[in-house]
């Protein structure tokens, strides 16, 4: 990616910045506040990692892994939460 | 000593030995985090009330120190080029920013810590701020392993600049997915601890 490109995702990433914090001044009700703040947080970490981090065209052998990462970090996290169902409330 | 495949791609695997080692221990980094922010998920869930944490912490300096990661991730990148493209001197400027910038953000966390104990607000004083020294604390440690790498590269370590550019180069780059992951965490962390 040329220069100009990684200085557009950059000025992506400040807006987005931006709209995060924004948002939480609407004070929306919790579970929209929780969903819209990591849908957020979860486009500038896309960002960063297919762009800085150069994964966009990587190899199958690096996506693989990530992919198995992603996998078991989403299954510790339910867990977690699972195995406490009858004391939390969601 | 050589070490193989630090430059030359690895037939079975298609990639240099630190590119694909960089990442495997970027995962192993995900599940630390991963953990923390699961512990985060469950002990709110699990609390019968929890302290609204815009009011006890500081939005303002977290969105400052989100721009200051976020601008050292845009000069790390154009470290990487300059490296790339075999100019030293705009390599060390690049460089030299994400070090500058990774200093601005320790300092306004040692700035945001310190507001908390002289208000008598410790990490034992309840589960939130338990959780917020720890998950802040323990970036706050990979942003400063981060800057010792980055320092090494940008003084002793660019001496590889003349002998191997492009094995240097290639340590620039992981070096950057590093940082770039570090950044990747606080982009989280920011909402988490400070806005939800």
Same mark, same amino acid.
């Given at each position: 990616?040329?220069?100009?490109g +990684?200085?557009?995702?950059?000025?992506?990433?400040?807006?987005?910045?931006l709209?995060?914090?924004?948002?939480?001044?609407?004070?929306?009700?919790?579970?929209?506040?929780?969903?819209l703040?990591?849908?957020?947080?979860?486009?500038?970490?896309?960002?960063?990692?297919?762009?800085?981090?150069?994964?966009?065209?990587?190899r199958?052998?690096? !996506?693989?892994?990530?992919?198995?990462?992603?996998?078991?970090?989403?299954?510790?996290?339910?867990?977690?939460?699972?195995?406490?169902?009858?004391?939390?409330?969601? | 000593?050589?070490?193989? +495949?630090?430059?030359?791609?690895?037939?079975?695997t298609?990639?240099t030995n630190p590119?694909?080692?960089?990442?495997?221990?970027?995962?192993?980094?995900?599940?630390?985090?991963?953990?923390?922010?699961?512990? !985060?998920?469950?002990?709110?869930?699990?609390?019968?009330?929890?302290?609204?944490?815009?009011?006890?912490?500081? $939005?303002?300096?977290?969105?400052?120190?989100?721009?200051?990661?976020?601008s050292?991730?845009?000069?790390?990148?154009?470290?990487?080029?300059?490296?790339?493209?075999?100019?030293?001197?705009?390599?060390?400027?690049?460089?030299?920013?994400?070090? $500058?910038?990774?200093?601005?953000?320790m300092?306004?966390?040692?700035?945001? +810590?310190?507001d908390?104990?002289?208000?008598?607000?410790?990490?034992?004083?309840?589960?939130?701020?338990?959780? +917020?020294?720890?998950?802040?604390?323990?970036?706050?440690?990979?942003?400063l392993?981060?800057?010792?790498?980055?320092? !090494?590269?940008?003084?002793?370590?660019?001496?590889?600049?003349?002998?191997?550019?492009?094995?240097?180069?290639?340590?620039?780059?992981?070096?950057?997915? !590093?940082?770039h992951f570090?950044?990747? $965490?606080?982009?989280?962390?920011?909402?988490?601890?400070?806005?939800?």
């Amino acid at each position: 990616m040329h220069v100009r490109g +990684y200085i557009g995702i950059f000025g992506a990433l400040l807006v987005l910045t931006l709209v995060t914090v924004g948002v939480s001044y609407l004070q929306l009700p919790t579970a929209p506040t929780i969903a819209l703040g990591l849908a957020i947080a979860t486009a500038k970490a896309t960002l960063v990692i297919l762009f800085f981090m150069h994964l966009k065209g990587e190899r199958p052998m690096v !996506y693989w892994p990530l992919a198995l990462t992603m996998f078991l970090f989403a299954a510790l996290f339910v867990s977690i939460l699972w195995a406490e169902m009858d004391h939390i409330t969601l | 000593m050589h070490i193989p +495949y630090t430059t030359d791609v690895r037939p079975d695997t298609g990639l240099t030995n630190p590119k694909l080692g960089i990442w495997l221990f970027l995962a192993s980094e995900v599940m630390l985090f991963g953990s923390l922010f699961s512990a !985060y998920a469950l002990l709110r869930s699990g609390s019968t009330s929890w302290p609204d944490q815009s009011a006890v912490l500081s $939005v303002p300096f977290a969105t400052l120190n989100t721009v200051i990661l976020i601008s050292s991730s845009i000069t790390m990148v154009l470290a990487w080029v300059a490296a790339k493209a075999g100019e030293l001197r705009r390599f060390r400027l690049f460089m030299g920013l994400t070090l $500058v910038l990774g200093a601005a953000f320790m300092v306004v966390k040692a700035i945001e +810590y310190n507001d908390k104990f002289s208000h008598g607000l410790l990490p034992s004083t309840d589960n939130f701020l338990g959780l +917020y020294f720890t998950m802040t604390g323990v970036h706050a440690i990979h942003v400063l392993v981060g800057m010792v790498v980055n320092a !090494y590269l940008l003084w002793p370590g660019s001496a590889m600049f003349r002998s191997d550019s492009v094995r240097f180069t290639n340590r620039v780059e992981i070096a950057g997915i !590093y940082w770039h992951f570090v950044d990747v $965490v606080w982009i989280f962390l920011f909402p988490v601890l400070y806005l939800l």
